[in-house]
């Protein structure tokens, strides 16, 4: 998700024309040197190719990245899925994907768009992700959440 450029202008390749502008986003409400770390050791991370999107992932409470511990016979079948996005300009688009499936919301130009909703809960070996695209082609990824 990051350009490798070392311009100072990171995400604005177009500045110094080295074709390069992703951008690597962490997810942490501690922006201290330890709080940076623990969300990069955490997975708590997310791409874009250079556009400046907000975006917060959760299943079942837990944070984009996460490990999902197995299920206990007396586990619910399903969790709640939520989804927040601020764009830097219109979205077009949520795409959902659950072990390389995906289903797609469609979107009529918000700037801002959350989700909250049940899924059925992920198998063994199962992951899940979001990716989020804006109508002038900037994408954001997330980092996926895994069942183990």
């Known amino acids: 998700g990051s350009g490798d450029s070392h311009d100072g202008h990171p995400g604005l390749a177009h500045l110094s024309n080295d074709g390069g502008s992703g951008l690597a986003a962490l997810y942490t409400e501690d922006v201290t040197r330890e709080g940076v770390l623990k969300a990069l050791r955490d997975r708590r991370t997310y791409a874009t190719n250079g556009a400046r999107i907000y975006l917060e992932v959760s299943v079942d409470g837990k944070p984009m990245g996460t490990i999902l511990e197995p299920a206990d016979a007396a586990a619910p079948s399903t969790y709640p899925l939520f989804v927040r996005v601020v764009g830097e300009g219109p979205l077009s688009h949520v795409d959902i994907i659950r072990s390389g499936r995906h289903s797609r919301v469609e979107l009529e130009g ?39």
Do not use: K, T
């Open 110 to 148: 918000e700037l801002e768009w959350a989700l909250c909703r049940e899924m059925p809960r992920l198998a063994r070996g199962e992951y899940h992700y979001i990716r989020v695209v804006e109508r002038s082609g900037a994408v954001a990824w997330a980092s996926p959440i895994f069942a183990n």
